[in-house]
Structure formats: structure tokens, C-alpha cells
């Protein structure tokens, strides 16, 4: 092999190496980079301890969401869920969905943990307008516009709620009624 082609070789060798990161980072441009939504410093959010049983914790967490209008799909000893539907617009649909868990936290079981969290997920009203095409042999094709249009409420977003006021006010809900379940309890 001669110099000259060995040199010519190395080269694109060498220009190849150099090119190949710069090429990757083009790359990496395209796809958006998100930062770490987690942070795991917070731990009285979203846990309460309780002075009841796992399941009275969960029969008042359920009483709770029934008294704010929040329709039950899950009730066990064990966890909650509820959902409630809001329509702050004509054009938009806001459901939210609280899920509560509930953990003994002694070895008796009568101090519980409760878990929550809050999902909303936000809907648009999305429209797309018809049109119909007619085709003449001899004219060509003639596209008309009608009335019709499809109307539908298309999911636009979804988040965790992480406003610790909104909890605390769910938590102190939650209390109320277990106040409320231990008077009914209590032989007179």
C-alpha cells in the first residue's frame, strides 16, 4: 500500500471519528429532553398517620370523597378511588381522580398510614370540519364544503396535583369523618 492512499485512509478515518459525535448531538437536538420530574423530598404531601384501623381509615377517606360529589369505583379495606368531573368551559372537561391507599403502620393495626394522590387530566374540544368531493368525467373534481363536523373532547394533558393545601384539606376531611365514625361506635 503507498503512503499516499494510507494517508487518504487515515483521513477519513480521522474525519469520520470527528464527524460521528457531532452527528449524534444533531441527533439528540430532535427529541426534547425533560428534566427530572421527581424529587423525592417531600414526605408528609402526600401520607397521614391515623389513629384507626386501616379499614376505618378507608370507610372515612370514602365517606370523604362522597361528601365532595365524587362518584366510587374502588372501595376495600385497603384503598379508595373516586372520580369527579368538572366542566369550567363549554369547550373543556377536567376529571379528577383520587386513589387512597391505607396501610396498617403498628403491629396491632390501630394507627394506620394513609396514602393519596390527586390525577387531573384536562380535555379539549377538538373539530375538524367535513368536505365532500364530486367528481364529473369531463369538468374535473369540484370539492364543496358541508355543515358536518365531528366534535370530540380529546385528552390535552395530565398531571399529579402536588399543592400540599389541596391535601391537607382532604386529610382533615378524612379525620372529620373518622371523628364522626368513632362517636357512632361508642356505646352510650
Not at 1 to 12: E, K
Not at 48 to 75: H, K, P, V
Request: hydrophobic letters at 40%.
Amino acid at each position: 500500500m503507498n503512503l499516499p492512499r494510507m494517508r487518504a485512509r487515515i483521513s477519513l478515518v480521522l474525519a469520520g471519528c470527528l464527524s460521528l459525535p457531532l452527528l449524534l448531538t444533531g441527533c439528540g437536538t430532535q427529541a426534547k429532553a425533560f428534566a427530572s420530574q421527581e424529587d423525592f423530598s417531600s414526605t408528609v404531601t402526600y401520607s397521614r398517620l391515623f389513629d384507626a384501623t386501616a379499614a376505618q381509615t378507608c370507610e372515612a377517606a370514602r365517606r370523604a370523597l362522597l361528601s365532595q360529589g365524587y362518584i366510587i369505583s374502588t372501595a376495600r379495606v385497603d384503598i379508595v378511588e373516586g372520580r369527579k368531573s368538572f366542566q369550567p368551559e363549554p369547550e373543556s372537561h377536567l376529571q379528577m381522580e383520587i386513589r387512597f391507599v391505607c396501610a396498617p403502620d403498628t403491629p396491632d393495626g390501630k394507627v394506620s398510614l394513609g396514602f393519596v394522590t390527586a390525577l387531573q387530566d384536562v380535555y379539549a374540544l377538538k373539530k375538524s370540519n367535513n368536505s365532500a368531493s364530486l367528481g364529473v368525467g369531463a369538468l374535473g373534481s369540484v370539492s364543496l364544503p358541508f355543515s358536518s363536523s365531528n366534535d370530540a373532547m380529546v385528552k390535552v394533558g395530565s398531571k399529579t396535583i402536588s399543592n400540599d393545601a389541596f391535601y391537607d384539606r382532604f386529610f382533615d376531611l378524612v379525620k372529620r369523618y373518622l371523628v364522626v365514625e368513632e362517636h357512632a361506635v361508642q356505646p352510650k
